[in-house]
């Protein structure tokens, strides 16, 4: 596996892996991503191999702009609203896809929908545009795992399961995309994430919660697990813990390993913070991360719904 900064030489050379069938990791506002050809059934199945993920668990397709949206799934009014305020950005839109569409069956767990976004980074978009197909792009990690930030959590996690990592940095938002279903006349959150679901339904009215959508890795009730075990809403660790605060942190004892996810309390910075301190902590191999009470409000909403997934029974 190489590292390599975002030239336009490395972009070629992403661009050519991709063609050929070969996995390219590369940054996203959100997280960083496990690209394959969206197209290609065997680029797919490698992808599916490299994380360790379950086959009927859908991708998301990524790609450089609407008008490429356009040609993968079919729009209606809410899906028009949402892309021309929220792309390119952490919004998923799963809608019905259009006849002809390029994603492979596989990529699709067979469904009839697809989930499509443009993200907000500017590597990722030239990379899209340079490669001119859609990329399927789950986050860069074994299934299961905490979601890689930086180029360096890739390669920790991935190893030489990943041909290319294109490193830009770390991510922006730090939290997955949000993904909104659109496929049915009700609008479904299917998954908190980068954009408040507030501001979603501020512009197309009353999402209701998924209740049994799809099981997805993203969606079982383990997931984004560090090795550590996780105690939630905890004001302060015990021996043996590490901390993760939010806002100013308690008095510990000198041997407890603690972040605070933002001194002052900025849900934004939290987000950006939480996978790469979960890692870092993790690291310092204690039992159990004690978390700090997180607000549910914006994007605290997103953050609770990670941490109660990485700490739930395994
Ligand atoms: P990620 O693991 O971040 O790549 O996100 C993929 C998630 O998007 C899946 O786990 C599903 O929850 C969701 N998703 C993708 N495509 C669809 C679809 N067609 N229908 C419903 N959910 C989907
Ligand atoms: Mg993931």
């Known amino acids: 596996?190489?590292?390599?900064?975002?030239?336009?030489?490395?972009?070629?050379?992403?661009?050519?892996?991709?063609?050929?069938?070969?996995?390219?990791?590369?940054?996203?506002?959100?997280?960083?991503?496990?690209?394959?050809?969206?197209?290609?059934?065997?680029?797919?199945?490698a992808l599916y191999a490299a994380k360790g993920r379950p086959r009927f668990n859908p991708l998301i397709a990524h790609v450089a702009d609407v008008a490429a949206?356009?040609?993968?799934?079919?729009?209606d009014a809410r899906a028009e609203i949402l892309a021309k305020a929220f792309w390119p950005g952490p919004l998923t839109l799963v809608?019905?896809?259009?006849?002809?569409?390029?994603?492979?069956?596989?990529?699709?767990?067979n469904l009839d929908t697809l989930g499509v976004r443009v993200p907000d980074h500017a590597v990722a978009l030239?990379?899209?545009?340079?490669?001119?197909?859609?990329?399927?792009?789950?986050?860069?990690?074994?299934?299961?795992?905490?979601?890689?930030?930086?180029?360096?959590?890739?390669?920790?996690g991935l190893g030489a399961r990943v041909d290319l990592v294109v490193e830009g940095g770390p991510c922006r938002v730090g939290l997955e995309s949000t993904i909104v279903d659109l496929s049915t006349a009700q609008a479904t959150l299917l998954r908190e994430g980068g954009i408040a679901h507030a501001a979603i339904e501020a512009l197309i009215?009353?999402?209701?919660?998924?209740?049994?959508?799809?099981?997805?890795?993203?969606?079982?009730?383990?997931?984004?697990?560090?090795?550590a075990r996780l105690r939630l809403d905890a004001k302060d660790a015990r021996s043996g813990e590490a901390y993760l605060g939010f806002g100013a942190l308690p008095k510990l004892a000198n041997d407890i390993p603690a972040l605070s996810l933002s001194p002052t309390r900025d849900l934004a910075q939290a987000a950006h913070n939480l996978f790469g301190y979960?890692?870092?902590?993790?690291?310092?191999?204690?039992q159990c991360i004690a978390v700090a009470?997180?607000?549910?409000?914006?994007l605290g909403a997103a953050i609770r719904d990670r941490l109660a997934r990485a700490a739930a029974p395994r």
């Open 95 to 109: 809608l019905p896809r259009a006849a002809g569409g390029a994603v492979c069956a596989l990529a699709r767990a």
């Open 126 to 156: 030239a990379l899209l545009r340079r490669f001119g197909r859609a990329i399927v792009a789950p986050s860069a990690n074994r299934s299961g795992r905490l979601s890689p930030t930086t180029a360096q959590a890739v390669q920790f």
């Open 205 to 227: 009215g009353k999402l209701a919660q998924s209740g049994s959508a799809i099981k997805a890795p993203g969606m079982l009730a383990s997931h984004y697990a560090p090795r």
């Open 1 to 45: 596996m190489t590292v390599a900064k975002p030239s336009s030489r490395t972009l070629a050379r992403a661009a050519a892996l991709l063609a050929r069938g070969r996995l390219v990791a590369f940054p996203t506002e959100t997280v960083y991503g496990l690209g394959a050809a969206a197209d290609d059934a065997r680029a797919v199945l």
């Open 69 to 75: 949206a356009r040609r993968l799934v079919r729009f």
């Open 293 to 298: 009470p997180i607000p549910a409000t914006g």
């Open 278 to 286: 979960l890692q870092t902590l993790d690291r310092a191999h204690v």
